[in-house]
């Protein structure tokens, strides 16, 4: 499993872009200087990975207003991933990139891989606009995603990397914040054990 704060692996693969009905390559690394959250998912035309596509893509605008890119990624071809939007309601409605991952490196990469199935698990990677990872989750393939928590993390975690402090003094997120709350001022070592 990759580490926060680690240089997020770069890729080169194959891309379903639904907004221009179009299939070209696409690397990570082009994506630099943005935000950017993974969404990986079991495998196409599967139940709950319609809804978090979906899900994703009631967000996606609000993503993009902040300076992210989202990309969906599973070990399916890029054409399996054409005919999934052609075909699935859910699908349909998706304007951001469908990465496919046939060789199975990208989830390797990622730590993603299910060596049971050969199939992508369910998981979220937010990176940031220096290539760094800084948020990872994966849980049981029958759980969607809660993208409401996903924005919130990415708006909590914007709001780090804006403001990073020092050793001594810096600004932390409370569980429970939403964007336009107060943070928490930490001073070390005033602070320690007063919270």
Same mark, same amino acid.
């Given at each position: 499993?990759?580490?926060i704060?680690?240089?997020?692996?770069?890729?080169t693969a194959?891309a379903?872009f639904?907004?221009e009905n179009? @299939?070209?390559k696409?690397s990570?690394?082009?994506?630099?200087?943005?935000?950017v959250v993974?969404?990986f998912?079991p495998?196409?035309?599967t139940?709950?990975c319609?809804?978090?596509l979906?899900?994703?893509?009631?967000y !996606?605008d609000?993503?993009?207003a902040?300076?992210a890119?989202?990309?969906?990624?599973?070990?399916?071809?890029? $054409?399996?991933?054409k005919?999934?939007?052609e075909?699935s309601?859910? @699908?349909?409605?998706?304007? !951001?990139?469908?990465?496919?991952d046939?060789?199975?490196s990208?989830?390797?990469?990622?730590?993603?891989?299910n060596?049971?199935?050969?199939m992508?698990?369910?998981g979220t990677v937010?990176?940031d606009?220096?290539?760094?990872?800084? $948020?990872?989750?994966?849980f049981?393939?029958?759980?969607?995603?809660?993208?409401?928590?996903v $924005?919130n993390?990415f708006q909590?975690l914007? $709001?780090?990397?804006?403001?990073?402090?020092s050793?001594?003094?810096?600004e932390?997120?409370?569980?429970?914040?939403?964007a336009?709350?107060?943070?928490l001022?930490i001073?070390?070592p005033?602070?320690?054990?007063?919270?």
């Amino acid at each position: 499993m990759i580490e926060i704060g680690s240089p997020a692996p770069n890729f080169t693969a194959n891309a379903f872009f639904p907004a221009e009905n179009a @299939v070209r390559k696409l690397s990570l690394s082009e994506l630099r200087g943005k935000w950017v959250v993974m969404t990986f998912h079991p495998g196409d035309f599967t139940f709950v990975c319609a809804t978090d596509l979906q899900a994703f893509q009631n967000y !996606y605008d609000r993503f993009k207003a902040e300076g992210a890119e989202i990309l969906a990624i599973s070990t399916d071809s890029v $054409y399996s991933h054409k005919v999934w939007w052609e075909t699935s309601p859910r @699908v349909s409605k998706v304007r !951001y990139p469908l990465v496919e991952d046939i060789s199975k490196s990208i989830s390797s990469a990622y730590g993603f891989l299910n060596s049971q199935t050969g199939m992508t698990r369910r998981g979220t990677v937010i990176v940031d606009p220096d290539g760094n990872v800084q $948020y990872i989750s994966v849980f049981n393939d029958r759980l969607g995603k809660d993208v409401g928590h996903v $924005y919130n993390a990415f708006q909590g975690l914007k $709001y780090i990397y804006s403001h990073p402090g020092s050793p001594q003094e810096f600004e932390i997120i409370p569980a429970e914040w939403r964007a336009g709350q107060p943070t928490l001022v930490i001073k070390v070592p005033d602070d320690i054990g007063k919270l």
